[in-house]
Protein backbone atom coordinates (compact mmCIF):
# COMPACT_ATOMS: atom_id res chain seq x y z
CA UNK A 1 0.00 0.00 0.00
CA UNK A 2 1.21 3.51 -0.57
CA UNK A 3 2.58 5.63 2.34
CA UNK A 4 3.67 8.91 3.28
CA UNK A 5 7.14 8.78 4.13
CA UNK A 6 8.07 11.24 7.18
CA UNK A 7 12.48 12.39 7.58
CA UNK A 8 14.17 12.40 9.66
CA UNK A 9 12.19 9.95 12.54
CA UNK A 10 13.71 12.21 15.25
CA UNK A 11 14.79 15.55 15.19
CA UNK A 12 17.15 17.05 18.13
CA UNK A 13 17.53 20.68 18.24
CA UNK A 14 18.15 23.90 20.72
CA UNK A 15 16.16 26.52 21.50
CA UNK A 16 15.68 29.05 18.98
CA UNK A 17 17.39 27.24 15.94
CA UNK A 18 14.92 26.66 12.77
CA UNK A 19 14.18 23.19 11.97
CA UNK A 20 12.33 22.06 8.69
CA UNK A 21 10.37 18.30 8.55
CA UNK A 22 10.17 16.76 5.75
CA UNK A 23 7.27 15.04 4.00
CA UNK A 24 6.33 12.91 1.13
CA UNK A 25 2.77 12.48 0.32
CA UNK A 26 1.20 10.08 -1.57
CA UNK A 27 1.53 10.62 -5.25
CA UNK A 28 -2.05 11.36 -6.31
CA UNK A 29 -3.15 13.16 -3.15
CA UNK A 30 -4.30 16.87 -3.39
CA UNK A 31 -4.59 17.71 0.10
CA UNK A 32 -2.43 18.01 2.99
CA UNK A 33 -1.42 18.51 6.32
CA UNK A 34 0.22 18.43 9.38
CA UNK A 35 -0.91 17.36 12.99
CA UNK A 36 1.23 16.93 15.86
CA UNK A 37 0.88 14.97 19.14
CA UNK A 38 2.82 16.24 22.11
CA UNK A 39 3.58 13.25 24.61
CA UNK A 40 0.65 12.20 26.66
CA UNK A 41 -1.97 14.79 24.87
CA UNK A 42 -4.00 14.14 21.89
CA UNK A 43 -3.52 14.32 18.19
CA UNK A 44 -3.70 18.43 17.25
CA UNK A 45 -4.42 19.89 13.61
CA UNK A 46 -1.79 22.24 12.70
CA UNK A 47 -2.35 23.47 8.95
CA UNK A 48 -3.74 21.87 5.67
CA UNK A 49 -2.70 22.78 2.70
CA UNK A 50 -4.26 22.54 -0.87
CA UNK A 51 -3.62 23.85 -4.08
CA UNK A 52 -0.41 25.14 -3.31
CA UNK A 53 -1.57 27.09 -0.37
CA UNK A 54 -2.12 27.09 3.09
CA UNK A 55 -6.75 26.39 3.74
CA UNK A 56 -7.25 26.47 7.13
CA UNK A 57 -4.56 26.55 10.42
CA UNK A 58 -5.15 26.47 13.55
CA UNK A 59 -4.22 29.24 16.30
CA UNK A 60 -0.99 27.06 17.12
CA UNK A 61 -0.15 27.53 13.97
CA UNK A 62 1.53 31.26 14.19
CA UNK A 63 4.13 32.77 12.15
CA UNK A 64 7.02 30.84 13.68
CA UNK A 65 5.56 28.30 11.15
CA UNK A 66 5.26 27.52 7.63
CA UNK A 67 4.88 24.99 5.05
CA UNK A 68 5.93 25.09 1.42
CA UNK A 69 5.45 22.42 -1.27
CA UNK A 70 8.69 23.57 -3.18
CA UNK A 71 8.61 20.88 -5.89
CA UNK A 72 5.89 18.25 -7.14
CA UNK A 73 6.48 15.31 -4.27
CA UNK A 74 7.89 17.23 -0.96
CA UNK A 75 5.84 19.01 1.45
CA UNK A 76 7.96 20.19 4.45
CA UNK A 77 6.96 21.82 7.87
CA UNK A 78 9.08 24.72 9.34
CA UNK A 79 9.52 26.15 12.65
CA UNK A 80 11.52 29.44 12.36
CA UNK A 81 12.56 29.34 15.78
CA UNK A 82 11.66 26.44 17.93
CA UNK A 83 10.54 26.65 21.41
CA UNK A 84 10.65 23.60 24.30
CA UNK A 85 7.02 23.78 23.88
CA UNK A 86 7.11 23.19 20.28
CA UNK A 87 8.81 19.75 21.21
CA UNK A 88 6.27 17.00 20.19
CA UNK A 89 5.56 13.88 17.33
CA UNK A 90 4.94 16.18 14.17
CA UNK A 91 2.70 14.16 11.70
CA UNK A 92 1.95 14.43 8.21
CA UNK A 93 -0.88 13.38 6.31
CA UNK A 94 -2.50 13.54 2.95
CA UNK A 95 -5.72 12.55 1.11
CA UNK A 96 -7.13 12.40 -2.07
CA UNK A 97 -9.95 15.02 -2.02
CA UNK A 98 -10.83 17.21 0.42
CA UNK A 99 -14.18 14.95 1.15
CA UNK A 100 -14.55 12.23 3.82
CA UNK A 101 -11.70 10.14 2.31
CA UNK A 102 -9.85 8.49 4.48
CA UNK A 103 -6.56 10.68 5.72
CA UNK A 104 -3.06 8.58 5.56
CA UNK A 105 -0.72 9.30 7.81
CA UNK A 106 3.46 9.14 7.88
CA UNK A 107 5.04 7.47 10.83
CA UNK A 108 6.16 10.98 12.14
CA UNK A 109 8.86 13.09 13.21
CA UNK A 110 9.89 13.08 17.02
CA UNK A 111 11.01 16.55 17.71
CA UNK A 112 13.22 17.98 21.00
CA UNK A 113 13.78 21.10 21.56
CA UNK A 114 16.25 21.23 23.81
CA UNK B 1 -10.83 22.76 23.85
CA UNK B 2 -12.01 19.10 24.56
CA UNK B 3 -14.88 18.49 21.72
CA UNK B 4 -13.71 15.06 21.68
CA UNK B 5 -13.45 13.09 24.33
CA UNK B 6 -12.37 9.33 25.33
CA UNK B 7 -12.99 9.02 29.29
CA UNK B 8 -11.03 5.71 28.99
CA UNK B 9 -7.35 5.74 29.43
CA UNK B 10 -6.65 2.14 28.96
CA UNK B 11 -9.23 -0.93 28.54
CA UNK B 12 -7.88 -4.21 29.38
CA UNK B 13 -9.72 -7.62 27.68
CA UNK B 14 -8.82 -11.00 26.97
CA UNK B 15 -8.22 -12.78 23.71
CA UNK B 16 -11.40 -13.75 22.22
CA UNK B 17 -13.51 -11.48 23.90
CA UNK B 18 -15.79 -8.57 22.75
CA UNK B 19 -13.91 -4.82 23.40
CA UNK B 20 -15.87 -1.48 23.55
CA UNK B 21 -14.44 1.25 23.30
CA UNK B 22 -16.17 5.08 23.94
CA UNK B 23 -16.34 8.38 22.69
CA UNK B 24 -18.22 11.44 23.89
CA UNK B 25 -18.33 14.54 21.50
CA UNK B 26 -19.98 17.69 22.23
CA UNK B 27 -19.89 19.86 18.72
CA UNK B 28 -23.49 18.79 17.17
CA UNK B 29 -21.74 20.28 14.11
CA UNK B 30 -19.89 17.33 13.49
CA UNK B 31 -20.87 15.37 10.48
CA UNK B 32 -18.70 12.30 10.17
CA UNK B 33 -16.17 10.13 12.61
CA UNK B 34 -13.84 7.88 12.29
CA UNK B 35 -11.39 5.30 14.10
CA UNK B 36 -7.51 5.31 14.23
CA UNK B 37 -5.69 2.74 15.49
CA UNK B 38 -1.67 3.41 16.61
CA UNK B 39 1.18 1.36 17.31
CA UNK B 40 3.99 2.97 18.76
CA UNK B 41 6.32 4.78 16.55
CA UNK B 42 3.91 4.66 13.88
CA UNK B 43 1.43 7.38 12.18
CA UNK B 44 -2.40 6.73 12.80
CA UNK B 45 -3.90 4.31 10.56
CA UNK B 46 -7.70 4.61 9.69
CA UNK B 47 -9.85 1.95 10.66
CA UNK B 48 -13.65 2.61 9.94
CA UNK B 49 -15.98 5.76 9.86
CA UNK B 50 -19.43 6.26 10.10
CA UNK B 51 -21.28 9.02 8.66
CA UNK B 52 -23.76 11.19 10.84
CA UNK B 53 -26.27 10.02 8.68
CA UNK B 54 -26.20 6.43 9.78
CA UNK B 55 -26.33 4.71 13.11
CA UNK B 56 -23.79 1.19 12.86
CA UNK B 57 -21.20 1.07 9.71
CA UNK B 58 -19.64 -2.61 9.94
CA UNK B 59 -16.24 -4.10 8.81
CA UNK B 60 -15.44 -7.50 9.70
CA UNK B 61 -14.75 -7.58 13.49
CA UNK B 62 -14.99 -4.01 13.87
CA UNK B 63 -18.78 -2.22 14.01
CA UNK B 64 -19.03 1.71 15.46
CA UNK B 65 -21.91 2.48 16.52
CA UNK B 66 -23.24 6.35 16.35
CA UNK B 67 -25.73 7.67 18.81
CA UNK B 68 -26.57 11.11 17.69
CA UNK B 69 -28.87 12.14 20.30
CA UNK B 70 -26.13 11.47 22.99
CA UNK B 71 -23.23 12.64 21.27
CA UNK B 72 -21.89 9.37 21.83
CA UNK B 73 -19.96 6.80 19.72
CA UNK B 74 -18.32 3.38 20.18
CA UNK B 75 -16.35 1.03 18.84
CA UNK B 76 -16.76 -2.58 19.16
CA UNK B 77 -14.22 -5.80 18.25
CA UNK B 78 -15.27 -8.79 17.86
CA UNK B 79 -13.87 -11.19 18.68
CA UNK B 80 -10.58 -9.34 20.13
CA UNK B 81 -7.19 -10.61 18.96
CA UNK B 82 -3.44 -9.71 20.71
CA UNK B 83 -2.71 -7.72 17.55
CA UNK B 84 -5.82 -5.59 18.22
CA UNK B 85 -3.19 -4.17 21.53
CA UNK B 86 -3.01 -0.17 20.71
CA UNK B 87 -3.89 2.80 20.86
CA UNK B 88 -7.23 3.71 19.50
CA UNK B 89 -8.28 7.31 18.54
CA UNK B 90 -11.90 8.63 17.59
CA UNK B 91 -11.94 11.20 15.68
CA UNK B 92 -14.88 13.76 14.19
CA UNK B 93 -14.91 16.22 11.25
CA UNK B 94 -17.11 19.44 10.39
CA UNK B 95 -16.98 18.59 6.78
CA UNK B 96 -16.24 21.89 4.09
CA UNK B 97 -12.84 21.77 2.37
CA UNK B 98 -10.28 21.18 4.85
CA UNK B 99 -12.35 18.74 7.05
CA UNK B 100 -9.66 18.70 9.42
CA UNK B 101 -9.82 16.29 12.22
CA UNK B 102 -10.66 16.48 16.02
CA UNK B 103 -9.26 13.94 17.99
CA UNK B 104 -9.83 12.23 21.02
CA UNK B 105 -7.10 11.57 24.02
CA UNK B 106 -7.43 7.79 23.16
CA UNK B 107 -7.52 4.67 24.62
CA UNK B 108 -5.28 1.89 24.94
CA UNK B 109 -6.31 -1.23 24.70
CA UNK B 110 -4.41 -4.71 25.76
CA UNK B 111 -5.76 -7.85 24.87
CA UNK B 112 -4.36 -10.45 26.60
CA UNK B 113 -3.85 -14.11 24.87
Known amino acids: EPEVTQTPSHQVTQMGQEVILRCVPI?????FYWYRQILGQKVEFLVS????????KSEIFDDQFSVERPDGSNFTLKIRSTKLEDSAMYFC????????????FGSGTQLSVL | DQQVKQNSPSLSVQEGRISILNCDYT??????FLWYKKYPAEGPTFLIS?????DKNEDGRFTVFLNKSAKHLSLHIVPSQPGDSAVYFC????????????FGTGTLLAVQP
Open chain 1, 93 to 104: ASRVTGGHEKLF
Open chain 1, 27 to 31: SNHLY
Open chain 1, 49 to 56: FYNNEISE
Open chain 2, 27 to 32: NSMFDY
Open chain 2, 50 to 54: ISSIK
Open chain 2, 91 to 102: AASVGGATNKLI
